[in-house]
């Protein structure tokens, strides 16, 4: 059974995870990205457009599929090694604003989940921020 997932992550580090065709979540937590399986999608939402920054963004940024089932460590410092997920994005597409989503009736359930940085969601909602990103 496919899952549809949100993952909260700066627009900055979206943009690295474009690049290089992975995934990371939660400050670089393996056990969320435990959860995820090869065949489910993932829709970033950047809160902001940089972790250390004010500037917010407040809009879903990218949307992939997990490639496979398997969950590896990265280092990307020698006190940094975070747990990755390789990820087939869909490119190109466009930015969904916050307020596109807060029309769909489950974004209430939704909005208050964002805090915990990775969660489970409906496949119509998924499709229903997945079909604004498209680009026609």
């Known amino acids: 059974m496919v899952r549809f997932w949100i993952g909260v992550v700066s627009e900055n580090h979206v943009k690295r995870c474009l690049e290089g065709e992975f995934c990371q979540v939660c400050h670089g937590k393996g056990g969320p990205l435990k959860r995820m399986k090869k065949g489910d999608y993932l829709l970033y939402y950047s809160p902001k457009v940089a972790l250390d920054s004010n500037q ?5 940024t990218a ?16 006190d940094f090694i975070p747990f990755r997920r390789d990820v087939e994005y869909f490119q190109p597409v466009r930015s969904c604003p916050i307020e596109v989503a807060r029309q769909h009736p489950d974004w209430k359930t939704y909005a208050k989940q964002l805090r915990y940085g990775h969660f489970e969601v409906s496949c119509d909602f998924f499709m229903y921020i997945f079909d604004y990103m498209k680009i026609k």
């Open 63 to 78: 949307v992939g599929k997990m490639k496979d089932d398997r969950v590896y460590q990265f280092e990307m410092a020698p």
């Open 56 to 60: 917010k963004l407040q809009a879903f």
